[in-house]
């Protein structure tokens, strides 16, 4: 089986959330003035209160890719771990990309095994069990941006830190960082208010319409310097590619200030 270890494309990570872009959307949006391609200090700040207020007043729904902003949310990362959890045991799509997964994973074949555990990540991404063996799977085969990628999103989740702290430190260590443990993270927050994974990367870079988030290095990046995931969300309404993508929201948030 021929298999390239970053399978997943960023718009396409889950499938009932990362439908591709068509039509207008895909188009990039020129801005007058290249020495102004960034959005402004005073546009920052008034799409950080806009985001949020809008956010906390939606009718409660809660998807497992679900964020929400309010300070006193009515779902927490840590009830999204726990619902991931609980309803991943009886996902036969999942169980059997499991199945298989392990079998091809018992045999060495770990391309394979890779392929297979994605699959089963792209049904729950907050499973940090799977995050863990799917990381494995890419150590293995020398991939280790990818997987420091993987055990660093597991432990954002909560991963249990004897099955995930060495193997993370080694990675990282292969990678010209480190990683040592300073506490577990504070799940029982709102998921912008939590450590973020690969899965939120990917997530908020489809929201934000930043593409390009198939680079590990940027990637990794994030997930070794970023708090939180509003933090994450803040550094890409920063990016040129946020502006350029985003024009018409943009005139609106300005329109609507004055």
């Known amino acids: 089986m021929t298999f390239h ?17 068509t039509g207008q959307t895909d188009e990039v949006i020129s801005i007058v003035g290249a020495e102004d391609p960034y959005v402004d200090a005073q546009t920052l700040a008034r799409l950080a209160e806009v985001v949020p207020a809008a956010t906390a ?18 779902v927490t990362r840590a009830g999204q771990i726990a619902r991931t959890m609980d309803r991943a045991r009886s996902d036969d799509r999942f169980l059997g990309a499991i199945a298989r997964a392990d079998a091809a994973r018992d045999a060495g074949h770990w391309p394979e095994a890779l392929q297979e555990y994605g699959m089963a990540l792209q049904l729950w991404p907050l499973h940090w069990g799977y995050c863990i063996q799917y990381a494995h799977m890419a150590k293995e085969q020398g991939s280790h941006l990818l997987a420091e990628i993987w055990y660093r999103s597991a432990v954002a989740l909560g991963a249990v830190p004897d099955m995930v702290d060495p193997h993370l430190a080694y990675v990282a260590r292969a ?22 994974t690969v899965h939120d990367l990917r997530l908020l870079g489809a929201l934000t319409r930043v593409r390009g988030l198939s680079d590990e290095a ?14 994450v969300l ?11 993508n985003n024009r018409d929201l943009l005139d609106i948030v300005q329109a609507d200030h004055g």
């Open 5 to 21: 270890p970053m399978t997943f494309h960023p718009t396409a990570f889950h499938p009932t959330t990362f439908q591709p872009m």
């Open 57 to 74: 007043v939606a009718p409660f729904i809660a998807p497992p890719s679900r964020f929400d902003m309010a300070w006193q949310p009515s």
């Open 175 to 196: 990678n010209g960082s480190d990683f040592v443990r300073c506490a577990t993270p504070d799940l029982d927050v709102a998921p912008m208010l939590a450590p973020p």
């Open 218 to 231: 940027w990637m990794l990046d994030l997930l070794r310097h970023m708090p939180d995931n509003r933090a």
């Open 234 to 244: 803040m550094q890409m309404l920063q990016m040129p590619e946020f502006a350029r």
